[in-house]
């Protein structure tokens, strides 16, 4: 059976707004539904470890709230990734939410426990603003995972549409690009998500369970 590992922000603060974030809970449920759907098993860490700070939890997404029930225990325990082994997944989602942008971008364990997994033959995926956690991640041959591939993600366009460019603290698309990748985008908002040789990205909430159909195919 197939393994997929979450890898969820533990940042809860959106800078010095006074309001709360964390990892975007919708982004891992509805990919969740698809990967289980196709036999896959799923499983969870964390920057931190411990429960991570949740956020986008709607009263009428009854995915998510069918998510959560089944997974509460282990959402609240969630390990740090230095305390696992690479060779027991087959793929890391990195999911979104803003906090991840405080976070991932320095969670060296977790890049590096990425990169094994990219380098045994796995895939490497993120949404929306999880691909902060690709902007530092690197392969053992020092190079960006990103670099000169199709990459998506959380647009320039779409911070300024939620009034938050100058609360994140830097933009993930200018980021993305610094560190190669060619980044590719739709409509704000819109699903979009693209594959390029096993790395695989969406650009928005839209586009979560997007990306776990193309990480299934990927993978195969």
Same mark, same amino acid.
């Given at each position: 059976?197939?393994?997929?590992?979450?890898?969820?922000?533990?940042?809860?603060?959106?800078?010095?707004?006074?309001?709360?974030?964390?990892?975007?809970?919708?982004?891992?449920?509805?990919?969740?539904?698809?990967?289980?759907?196709?036999?896959?098993?799923?499983?969870?860490?964390?920057?931190?470890?411990?429960?991570?700070?949740?956020?986008?939890?709607?009263?009428?997404?009854?995915?998510?709230?069918?998510?959560?029930?089944?997974?509460?225990?282990?959402?609240?325990?969630?390990?740090?990734?230095?305390?696992?082994?690479?060779?027991?997944?087959? @793929? +890391? $989602?990195?999911? *979104? #939410?803003?906090? =991840?942008?405080?976070?991932?971008?320095? /969670? %060296?364990?977790?890049?590096?426990?990425?990169? @094994? +997994? $990219?380098?045994? *033959? #796995?895939?490497? =995926?993120?949404?929306?603003?999880?691909? /902060? %956690?690709?902007?530092?991640?690197?392969?053992?041959?020092?190079?960006?995972?990103?670099?000169?591939?199709?990459?998506?993600?959380?647009?320039?366009?779409?911070?300024?549409?939620?009034?938050?460019?100058?609360?994140?603290?830097?933009?993930?698309?200018?980021?993305?690009?610094?560190?190669?990748?060619?980044?590719?985008?739709?409509?704000?908002?819109?699903?979009?998500?693209?594959?390029?040789?096993?790395?695989?990205?969406?650009?928005?909430?839209?586009?979560?369970?997007?990306?776990?159909?193309?990480?299934?195919?990927?993978?195969?």
């Amino acid at each position: 059976m197939p393994k997929v590992l979450f890898a969820l922000t533990s940042h809860g603060r959106l800078g010095d707004t006074g309001r709360n974030t964390g990892f975007y809970v919708p982004e891992v449920a509805h990919p969740s539904r698809v990967f289980q759907a196709a036999g896959w098993d799923i499983a969870f860490v964390s920057v931190a470890g411990g429960k991570p700070p949740r956020d986008g939890i709607k009263p009428d997404d009854t995915v998510t709230e069918e998510f959560l029930a089944a997974n509460e225990a282990a959402l609240a325990t969630t390990p740090k990734a230095e305390v696992l082994n690479p060779q027991d997944y087959d @793929a +890391v $989602y990195f999911a *979104g #939410g803003h906090g =991840a942008m405080w976070d991932l971008p320095g /969670a %060296g364990a977790l890049a590096r426990l990425a990169a @094994a +997994v $990219y380098e045994h *033959g #796995g895939v490497v =995926a993120a949404v929306c603003h999880g691909p /902060a %956690g690709l902007v530092n991640l690197t392969l053992t041959d020092g190079s960006h995972l990103v670099d000169g591939k199709q990459v998506s993600g959380f647009t320039n366009e779409e911070e300024a549409a939620v009034g938050l460019t100058d609360v994140v603290p830097f933009a993930l698309e200018t980021a993305l690009i610094e560190r190669g990748a060619k980044f590719t985008k739709a409509e704000n908002f819109t699903e979009y998500a693209v594959a390029d040789s096993r790395l695989v990205t969406g650009q928005n909430p839209a586009s979560a369970a997007k990306v776990a159909e193309l990480t299934i195919a990927e993978l195969a």
